[in-house]
């Protein structure tokens, strides 16, 4: 990933996991800080009203919800093929590599296009990611869009509402661009 990502691993942080690991284990991820020159810097203070979201579909759960997806999909067991997931075996679908958006929102940067927020969903979803980024007193009006199944399957085999399926998971959006309509 940060290879990939063209970064350096400096550092990393500890999850809980429950029902995961056993009593003294854990689990070790990474971050990222970067450098960025003050005129570069996108805030989210220059978004208005009518500019657009555009998103940037997920592979699937990226890092978010595997707890509640383990525990809606149990019953199935890891080598089930639901129909929802397009021949792919349960187990299949949730190690499914997270996407990595970086040399895209570079790509974009570098392209001249007038970003004015951009937002990572991740833990909390869309309704806890984006109005992040937005300036207060906006928000985000989103069409519907299509998800990867794993997302169709978790909800309908867990009984998970929709709102805490926003809640929790990234639901098919990996990343967001706010830009003006033209």
Do not use: Q
Request: hydrophobic share 45%.
């Amino acid at each position: 990933a940060c290879k990939a990502s063209g970064c350096a691993l400096l550092g990393g942080e500890t999850a809980e996991l429950p029902g995961m690991y056993a009593d003294g284990e854990y689990d070790l991820a990474g971050f990222a800080v970067g450098v960025v020159s003050r005129p570069k810097i996108v805030t989210g203070a220059r978004v208005a009203a009518g500019d657009r979201v555009i998103a940037v579909a997920s592979s699937g759960l990226h890092s978010n919800g595997y707890s509640l997806a383990r525990k809606a999909l149990e019953r199935l067991g890891s080598d089930a093929r639901p129909e929802a997931l397009g021949g792919r075996t349960v187990a299949e679908a949730l190690l499914e590599p997270t996407r990595l958006y970086a040399r895209a929102a570079l790509g974009v940067l570098a392209s001249g296009a007038d970003v004015r927020a951009m937002s990572h969903i991740t833990g909390g979803g869309l309704p806890g990611n984006l109005p992040r980024v937005l300036p207060e007193g906006k928000g985000a009006r989103l069409a519907p869009w299509s998800r990867p199944g794993i997302f169709d399957l978790v909800a309908a085999e867990g009984g998970v509402a929709p709102a805490e399926m926003l809640r929790t998971f990234n639901c098919g959006v990996g990343y967001v661009f706010v830009v003006p309509p033209t």
